[in-house]
């Protein structure tokens, strides 16, 4: 039985999935398994192994179509042109570089491209510049997705509201750059936000973030308060990875008010300083509207990629203070 309704999907009972799945699933799976007949092991449609892994995929693919909704050219609430289980999802090697088209990933099945593979820097490292990057939770399989339009923001372009212009002039801080990584990455996978249980910043998302990080690919920008004492703390924060002259926002945190904001403020001329053409924001939000952010074709998202990604900066992003506003 084929189930057309992926809105309503995460309300059916496990003995749904038990139906027969075409046989791009039946014939591949994630786990290699030894004295299997293809690279990447065979699992029967009724395994429980085919099951769970069938249905963490599908449970992704739902809320991305809905997350995405008429963005992606479907009316929201209408499910997709084709169903989960009619899609052709690509799975991938536990080795190796190489991933499907994204653009036909965008086009067909809302942006997933892949499932599987590894978060090795070598295939993060070939991901980013195709405007590819790995989504999906604790206990699920790697995701790969390309989100289309994609939001972008020209350092050249960023606005400072008034409000946040006046935090900056009268408030003190310090705004660093890889000062702490490992911090950074940590608070924003634990710190709660709104309309989300749980992170997708993993704990292998954090060690192969580090990873690119110690490899000088991998950024973060810290911002610090001082305390009643006068002693800096960690107000909040953001992190990234660079390639040529693109920047990927990853993700960002806060624990005091306006900390994230400080830290993208003058992380931007910073970056733009070092020779950063283009940020890439993934996701539309009003944080980011309001600091100029604008919406870009996936087509012309890649062409501008493929240009910056080859590019070198013009001066290395090292570890320094951006401004400390005053302090001492």
Known sequence: MVY???WSVQNLPDSRFS?????????????????????????EADSAAARAFHQTVLFKVAAQYRRNGNKTGYDTGSPPKHSFFEMDIPILPPHGCRFPDPARAVAERGGLVAVGGSLSPERLLAAYPQGIFPWYGEGQP??????????????????????????LRNKPYAV???????????????????GQSGTWITAGMQQAYTKLHQMGYAHSFECWYPDETGRLKLAGGLYGVQIGRAFFGESMFAVQADASKTAFALAVPY??????????????????????????????????????????????????????????
């Not at 075409?22 to 290699?32: G, H, I, K, N, W």
């Not at 339009?149 to 509201?161: D, E, N, Q, S, W």
């Not at 608070?187 to 709660?192: I, Q, S, V, W």
Request: with cysteine.
């Open 271 to 328: 970056l733009a300083q070092r020779g950063i053409g283009l940020i890439d924001c993934q996701q539309n939000t009003a944080h980011l509207a309001r600091f100029g952010s604008e919406q870009m074709d996936f087509a012309d998202f890649q062409t501008a990629l493929r240009r910056l990604a080859a590019q070198l900066l013009t001066h290395p992003i090292g570890s320094s203070v951006l401004t400390a506003n005053r302090i001492g």
């Open 142 to 167: 790697v995701c790969w997705f390309a989100l289309a339009p994609r939001t972008v923001l020209f350092p050249a372009k960023i606005h400072i509201g008034r409000s946040l212009q006046k935090h």
């Open 4 to 6: 057309h309704d992926l």
């Open 19 to 43: 139906a027969s799945l075409p046989s791009t699933y039946r014939e591949s799976a994630l786990f290699s398994l030894p004295n299997s007949r293809r690279q990447y092991g065979e699992y």
């Open 176 to 194: 660093t750059a890889n000062r702490n990584f490992s911090a950074v990455i940590a608070a924003c996978a634990a710190t709660p936000r709104t």
